[in-house]
């Protein structure tokens, strides 16, 4: 009975178009007065715990100094250095975004913002060479979900955090499948690019050219150094490398590359606090709705059934999959990460999943979800910064999707793509 009003109440509420950090509170709510299964006060002292944890610091930080960074000039530095290597081979302008989009993502720390900064140059720019709006726009609304994967990454601060496991174990985690996910697409582009004859660029840097671009560069080049580098060296922690990468930005957009000036970084914090807000509203409920969800022992029923299925660990994590890409297809991120990790973590490690490992599964699987209709958050982001519509644009990512699955399925199955920087680490 518990379960069934606590799921019917949240579901009526998304399709009522409540957002999902009130519809998890409202549901709570509704749930505990009929029920009486917990008391209100614990529901809300459990909300306030779920907040009160230092790593989610670096959520609100981390999203100031992406969006700096991302439009303080650093995008075009790293485009115009991709491009020297990149620009003049068929299918070049792809590979450049694709390279781009890996470069930025260790800066901005999210996938939309990745979409928007690189999307905003590359997109038009592709489109002048010939080619197809809707590849164009498919390639950028895809790259950009490694942005969820090479860390700096808010989505796998959420998952630590939910987890237990460490922030930095899992930024060393998503190296290796970020990489994989840019091979792939990489491969992809090449292949497309030849078929339908997309050329490079003409023109040819002269030495001194390229040498100019390169100095230019190399302050963008510096931030993933100074925040990686300060976390797995011992220097930072990820929420005091936030705060470096955010000095770092306001140094590098206002004073080096003076792109942004003084007076408006007030209104890039208000967008970094709005969009922390969202995040963490989310958060803090689905932590009073989890609690209800222990109470009910409903992870337990979910993993005995799971397990009395079968032992093997290929089908469970198989079934896993293949419920987290149905659920990225309607849920926001953050959200399913935080109600789906307590049902689902139990499960995988009592077939031996590593729980870091598991993170970059679940990751991996809700980035596929920004870019798979009816709710793909870059699809939305992409079409905004071009003129393809969402439903050209939905049939132009089937194939995109098809290369994530692919790379989604050596990650879960080949655990060293994930573990091995992270065993270094230990």
């Known amino acids: ?39 209100m006060d614990t529901f809300t002292q459990r909300m306030i715990e779920g907040l009160n944890n230092f790593p989610l610091l670096a959520v609100p930080l981390f999203a100031f100094a992406g969006d700096i960074m991302g439009r303080g000039g650093i995008a075009k530095r790293l485009l115009n250095l991709a491009n020297i290597f990149f620009g003049r081979i068929t299918g070049g302008l ?11 993502a260790a800066i901005s720390g999210t996938g939309s913002a990745t979409v928007a900064a690189i999307g905003l140059i590359m997109i038009p720019a592709m489109i002048a060479k010939g080619y197809a709006p809707p590849f164009a726009t498919a390639l950028v609304a895809t790259s950009g979900t490694v942005g969820t994967l090479i860390p700096p990454s808010v989505t796998m601060i959420i ?35 030849n078929k339908h004859k997309y050329k490079g660029e003409e023109n040819q840097y002269t030495v001194k050219e390229a040498f100019v671009i390169f100095l230019k560069a190399i302050p963008a080049l510096l931030v993933p150094v100074i925040v990686l580098g300060g976390i ?28 942004i000036k003084i007076t408006e970084l007030p209104y890039f914090a208000f967008n970094a606090c709005m969009l922390s807000a969202a995040v963490l509203l989310i958060i803090g409920m689905s932590a009073g709705f989890g609690l ?11 993993s005995s059934f799971i397990i009395d299925i079968g032992t093997n660990m290929i089908v469970i994590l198989l079934l896993i999959n293949v419920l987290l890409l149905i659920t990225g297809t309607f849920m926001e991120t953050n959200a399913a990460i935080v109600i789906l990790t307590p049902i689902l973590l139990p499960i995988v490690t009592a077939v031996g999943v590593d729980p870091v490992h598991f993170g970059l599964i679940m990751v991996l699987n809700l980035a ?11 699809l939305f982001m992409a079409t905004k910064v071009s003129n393809v519509s969402y439903e050209t644009l939905a049939k132009s990512i089937i194939p995109w999707i098809f290369v994530m699955i692919v790379v989604l399925l050596l990650v879960t199955f080949i655990p060293s793509i994930s573990l091995y920087l992270p065993s270094i680490l230990r």
Do not use: D
């Open 232 to 259: 797995y060296g011992g220097i930072f922690t990820p929420t005091e490398a936030a705060g470096a990468a955010c000095i770092y930005g306001i140094i590098l957009s206002v004073f080096v590359y003076k792109e």
């Open 292 to 302: 209800i969800l222990t109470v009910t022992q409903l992870p337990v029923t979910i």
């Open 159 to 193: 998952y630590a955090v939910t987890a237990g496991v460490s922030v930095t174990q899992m930024f060393a985690a998503g190296i290796g499948p970020g990489l994989l996910v840019g091979i792939a697409l990489i491969t992809f582009t090449l292949y497309y690019a």
């Open 368 to 378: 596929i979800g920004f870019i798979t209709p009816p709710l793909g958050a870059n």
């Open 94 to 104: 792809g590979v450049v975004t694709v390279i781009a989009c890996l470069f930025f």
């Open 1 to 39: 009975m518990t379960f069934l009003l606590l799921f019917g109440t949240f579901i009526l509420f998304l399709l009522l178009s409540v957002p999902i950090g009130i519809a998890l509170g409202l549901s709570s709510v509704v749930t505990i007065l009929g029920t009486n299964i917990i008391g």
